[in-house]
């Protein structure tokens, strides 16, 4: 069942109770389903910062494993009510942070569908804000607006 999908992902940051305007990108990928879970995989661009980095997202009930590999390889765990521990590498080096993931929803199904994650990341014990991503995957043939 791999096929080719439009992606389009909605990424929200609140910190220190700023809301800052909401980033939205729209990209080519892969989805497909695999012993129970659905697999959401692309290649970051120039506009991400993370050029040269594929993101690989498998989604299971209630928990999402983020995998970046290449230049900026970095795993995040987003398990509804669970705090996890993952190492983020920058230009500027690894950081150690705590993500708290608070809710995971997802409409997937093997045409595609949404998936809604909303979590806090913490750095060295101090909270930097909330964050909510929205993924929309839709069959390439059918291509994605963002609703």
């Keep these: 069942m791999k096929k080719d999908v439009i992606i389009s992902i909605k990424g929200l940051?609140?910190?220190?109770?700023?809301?800052?305007d909401p980033i939205t990108l729209v990209t080519a990928g892969r989805y497909y389903r695999k012993n129970g879970s659905y697999y959401i995989s692309y290649e970051e661009t120039e506009l991400t910062g993370l050029e040269g980095t594929r993101t690989t997202l498998r989604i299971k009930p209630n928990a999402v494993r983020l995998v970046r590999t290449g230049l900026y390889p970095s795993e995040l765990v987003f398990e509804q009510g669970k705090r996890h521990m993952s190492l983020y590498h920058t230009d500027y080096g690894d950081l150690s942070i705590v993500v708290s993931t608070q809710h995971i929803s997802s409409t997937l199904t093997d045409d595609g569908g949404e998936l809604d994650v909303k979590y806090t990341v913490e750095v060295a014990n101090t909270p930097v804000g909330v964050n909510h991503l929205i993924l929309n995957i839709k069959n390439a043939e059918e291509g994605a607006i963002y609703q």
């Design 13 to 20: 940051q609140q910190s220190q109770g700023e809301t800052q």
